[in-house]
């Protein structure tokens, strides 16, 4: 089962109305690829250990699924003190909202690399649309479950909580865990080196200050 883990709204808050952090939150200073100048974000290692723990727990392959890209696991990760995981390689598109078809502008990429494969995919910006396909999904025998967290808190236990995956009965878990752990085939191609072209094709500057 591949576990698919966003940055901005999940391990990056963003500030609420008076600009403030949740506690835990620290100031970090990074330069994301095509970047002339650092932007600011707040990190707090214990959602890292949130992800990292449910991806030992479970035997989840861990993705990041981000238009941080490859810079997600240097930038990010490494200060969540997380392993060095690999990454979708996202498309980059002239998007200037995150939901052009209604549904996560992520999603068609997931869809396809992913045709076979169980999911547990975590994404502040999930639609009522992505949610629909994601029980579709599992109807058909794909578990897919989605969790989506507060974008002004960021991952919390609580979310892991509600998601329902310590619910699944063992034995189907287990098959569909081995079913979606096939490391071979990691869907990642070598990330372009160019600058984001719009707001929602890279790292989120409203998130980053």
């Known amino acids: 089962m591949y576990l698919l883990c966003d940055i901005d709204g999940v391990h990056i808050p963003f500030p609420g109305p008076n600009s403030e952090i949740p506690p835990g939150f620290h100031t970090h200073h990074v330069t994301p690829t095509g970047y002339a100048e ?3 974000i707040w990190l707090n290692p ?3 250990q949130l992800v990292l723990d449910l991806a030992n727990r479970y035997a ?3 993705l990041w699924c981000t238009s941080w ?3 997600a696991a240097p930038l990010i990760g490494g200060r969540l003190g997380l392993p060095n995981w690999d990454h979708v390689d996202l498309p980059r598109l ?3 909202t995150s ?3 209604g549904y996560l502008w992520k999603r068609d990429t997931v869809a396809r690399l992913f045709t076979d494969d169980v999911l547990l ?3 502040d910006d999930f639609t009522p649309a992505d949610h629909t396909w994601a029980g579709d999904r599992t109807q058909a025998g794909l578990l897919t479950i989605l969790v989506q967290p507060n974008p002004h808190l960021g991952l919390t236990i609580a979310d892991l909580e509600r998601c329902g995956l310590n619910q699944q009965p063992g034995a189907e878990r287990r098959r569909r865990f081995r079913r ?3 490391a071979d085939r990691l869907p990642n191609v070598p990330a372009k080196a160019e600058p984001p072209t719009s707001t929602v094709d890279g790292p989120r500057r409203g998130s980053a200050g």
């Open 38 to 40: 650092p932007v600011k």
């Open 46 to 48: 214990a959602t890292g």
């Open 60 to 62: 989840l392959t861990p």
């Open 69 to 71: 890209r490859a810079d």
């Open 94 to 96: 002239p998007l200037t």
């Open 99 to 101: 939901h052009p078809d």
């Open 121 to 123: 995919w975590i994404d």
């Open 180 to 182: 979606g752990a096939r």
